[in-house]
């Protein structure tokens, strides 16, 4: 298949801490959203984020052990060959990198909409998802060659974003935490 295997790749402390911690924000997110739907007053757009956060947390936090981009890459690297465009990858690379970045900008945009006063109401969780969502962009597009960070690869100057956001989301799932707005205007 090529460089990917199942199994643990990122078993360096700083891996260990950002797996521990994307997996705690899943859990506490999920916590969150359960707790949301037993209440029989909370709106849905209330609950429906947590579930969201819930999964892309779980699923980053998997990811950042199981690497699953790599074996993404090898099975594009075999497509490419099998299908004699592996010369002109770079361009199909690129493509790919936007790609990512206008369905990402994309999805924010709806989910912003869609959910503006959980976002509002949760500003850690927010920017905390939004330093996690600039960092994958940044990895997306590093990983894939494309060259508009540092220069370096394996994301050396990136990990204090990731980290950055995964705190912040970690800090504004903790339940009975409430946002500056709302302790002022006295909403729960």
Not at 145 to 168: F, M, N, Q, S, Y
Request: with cysteine; net charge positive; charged share 15%.
């Amino acid at each position: 298949m090529g460089q990917w295997h199942f199994g643990f790749h990122d078993p360096s402390a700083l891996g260990l801490l950002t797996t521990a911690g994307f997996l705690a924000v899943a859990w506490m997110s999920g916590r969150r959203a359960l707790e949301a739907a037993r209440d029989s007053r909370t709106p849905a757009v209330e609950m429906h984020p947590w579930w969201i956060i819930s999964a892309f947390t779980l699923f980053l936090g998997l990811n950042k052990q199981l690497n699953l981009q790599t074996l993404f890459i090898d099975l594009g690297r075999n497509l490419s060959v099998s299908h004699g465009w592996f010369e002109s990858r770079r361009s199909v690379q690129f493509a790919f990198v936007f790609a990512s970045g206008i369905l990402g900008l994309i999805a924010v945009f709806f989910a912003l909409l869609r959910y503006r006063t959980y976002w509002r109401g949760h500003r850690c969780v927010s920017g905390g998802l939004a330093l996690v969502a600039f960092y994958c962009l940044l990895r997306i597009a590093e990983i894939n060659h494309v060259a508009i960070t540092t220069g370096e690869e394996k994301d050396t100057r990136l990990w204090p974003i990731k980290l950055a956001g995964i705190g912040l989301m970690l800090w504004g799932t903790v339940p009975g935490r409430r946002s500056g707005r709302q302790k002022e205007s006295g909403n729960p």
